[in-house]
T-cell receptor
Framework: GEDVEQSLFLSVREGDSSVINCTYTDSSSTYLYWYKQEPGAGLQLLTYIFSNMDMKQDQRLTVLLNKKDKHLSLRIADTQTGDSAIYFCAEKMDSSYKLIFGSGTRLLVRP | EPEVTQTPSHQVTQMGQEVILRCVPISNHLYFYWYRQILGQKVEFLVSFYNNEISEKSEIFDDQFSVERPDGSNFTLKIRSTKLEDSAMYFC????????????FGPGTRLTVT
C-alpha cells in the first residue's frame, strides 16, 4: 500500500547544511512535497518536485529525487535557527487528490 | 500573501455532540480539502471537494462527517455525533484550478472530545 517514511529527528549546528530524507513505496507517485510546520502553525508548502525530475533548487533548498530507490531528500543550505521545525514529506498520485504524509522529521538547529 | 484561515483554533466538545469546524480558503481557489492529525500519528486525508460536491473521500470519512460550502467564502466540516477518537487537529487546505496539486493549509483547529 501507500506509505511514506521519515526519520524522526535531526540536529544540526547553525550554518551547516541539513539533509532530511524520506522514502515512499508507491512508484506511481506523480508529485512529491516538502511541508514545514512551526510550533502552533499549520503546514507550510515549502517546495515540491514532479516525478519526471530528479532535482529542484529553490534558494537555500535543494530537493533530490531518486525514483529507482523511491527516495526523496531535502537539503537546507546554511541552516538557521529559524529553520527549526517539523518537516513533512508527502506524495500524491495524478489520479487522486489526497496527499499521503510521512510522520515528519523534527529539525533542531543549535546555535 | 493570501492564506487559509480556520476557526476556532481550539474546540472542546462533549462526546455525542455535533461540532462544525470552519475554514475560509484562499479566495480564488476552487478545490478544498480536510485532513486530520491525531496526536502522535500522521496527517491523514479526509475529503476533497470541488464544484459543490465531494470529489474524493477516505475510509475515515463515514456518515458521521459532512462538508459544505454554505456561501462563497466558507468551507465547513461537520461531525454529527463526536466520539473520543475524533480528538485531533483538523486542517483545511485549498488549491487553485490551474494548480490543483499545490495544496495550501490553514493553521488547524484542535478538537478535543471529552
Amino acid at each position: 500500500g501507500e506509505d511514506v517514511e521519515q526519520s524522526l529527528f535531526l540536529s544540526v549546528r547553525e550554518g551547516d547544511s541539513s539533509v532530511i530524507n524520506c522514502t515512499y513505496t508507491d512508484s506511481s507517485s506523480t508529485y512529491l512535497y516538502w511541508y514545514k510546520q512551526e510550533p502552533g502553525a499549520g503546514l507550510q508548502l515549502l517546495t515540491y518536485i514532479f516525478s519526471n525530475m530528479d532535482m529542484k533548487q529553490d534558494q537555500r533548498l535543494t530537493v533530490l529525487l531518486n525514483k529507482k530507490d523511491k527516495h526523496l531528500s531535502l537539503r537546507i543550505a546554511d541552516t538557521q535557527t529559524g529553520d527549526s521545525a517539523i518537516y513533512f514529506c508527502a506524495e500524491k498520485m495524478d489520479s487522486s487528490y489526497k496527499l499521503i504524509f510521512g510522520s515528519g522529521t523534527r529539525l533542531l538547529v543549535r546555535p | 500573501e493570501p492564506e487559509v484561515t480556520q476557526t476556532p483554533s481550539h474546540q472542546v466538545t462533549q462526546m455525542g455532540q455535533e461540532v462544525i469546524l470552519r475554514c475560509v480558503p484562499i479566495s480564488n481557489h476552487l478545490y478544498f480539502y480536510w485532513y486530520r492529525q491525531i496526536l502522535g500519528q500522521k496527517v491523514e486525508f479526509l475529503v476533497s471537494f470541488y464544484n459543490n460536491e465531494i470529489s474524493e473521500k477516505s475510509e475515515i470519512f463515514d456518515d458521521q462527517f459532512s462538508v459544505e460550502r454554505p456561501d462563497g467564502s466558507n468551507f465547513t466540516l461537520k461531525i454529527r455525533s463526536t466520539k473520543l477518537e475524533d480528538s485531533a487537529m483538523y486542517f483545511c487546505a485549498s488549491s487553485s484550478a490551474g494548480k490543483a496539486y499545490e495544496q495550501y493549509f490553514g493553521p488547524g483547529t484542535r478538537l478535543t472530545v471529552t
